[in-house]
């Protein structure tokens, strides 16, 4: 005779009952993922919650991420000066990131700080290619690039900006 404790009564008893029957994941494998990475279990968490991993890095890393990014990231936007306050408020937080306090004697990683003059070119010459690419779709022929860039606003470059 085998010992059976209150717990596995308790399962055997809910089986034969056919608790257990129709649930979701039934007769599949468990997946235990690697056991070798720590971090396993966090990796699972934002996968299975849809979060973005992003998030979990330092600022500096969530900035140079956000960098390499641009000017993609800014195809939606609708017009200039909101590409340009956006590109203010990441030089600000890349400013306010090299403002805070190292830890050690290790130089710390820096975040590239952006020149707005120089990407809101990329933007409108990403934005002309999005709308002949749009245009082609449309109708089926090529229209003339020129003609879908804004018109470009005449700017005296000041002397500390040469080059």
Same mark, same amino acid.
């Given at each position: 005779m085998r010992y059976e404790s209150w717990v596995e009564r308790q399962i055997?008893?809910?089986?034969?009952?056919?608790?257990?029957?129709g649930l979701a994941g039934s007769g599949k494998p468990l997946d235990l993922g690697n056991p070798d990475d720590p971090d396993w279990w966090v990796k699972r968490y934002l996968e299975r919650e849809g979060l973005d991993a992003?998030?979990?890095?330092?600022?500096? +890393?969530? +900035? =140079?991420?956000?960098?390499?990014?641009?000017?993609?990231?800014?195809? &939606?936007?609708? &017009?200039e000066a909101s590409v340009r306050e956006i590109l203010r408020d990441y030089n600000l937080r890349v400013v306010q990131d090299r403002r805070r306090p190292t830890l050690g004697r290790?130089?710390?990683?820096?975040a590239p700080r952006i020149d707005v003059d120089d990407m809101v070119r990329r933007w409108r010459e990403l934005r002309a290619a999005l709308a002949v690419a749009n245009a082609t779709d =449309?109708?089926? &022929?090529?229209p003339d690039p020129a003609a879908a860039q804004p018109p470009v606003r005449s700017r005296r470059r000041r002397w500390w900006r040469r080059g």
């Open positions: 055997r008893e809910a089986t034969e009952r056919g608790e257990f029957s992003s998030a979990t890095m330092p600022p500096v +890393l969530q +900035l =140079r991420a956000e960098a390499a990014g641009y000017p993609q990231s800014l195809a &939606d936007v609708p &017009d290790a130089m710390p990683p820096v =449309r109708s089926g &022929d090529v």
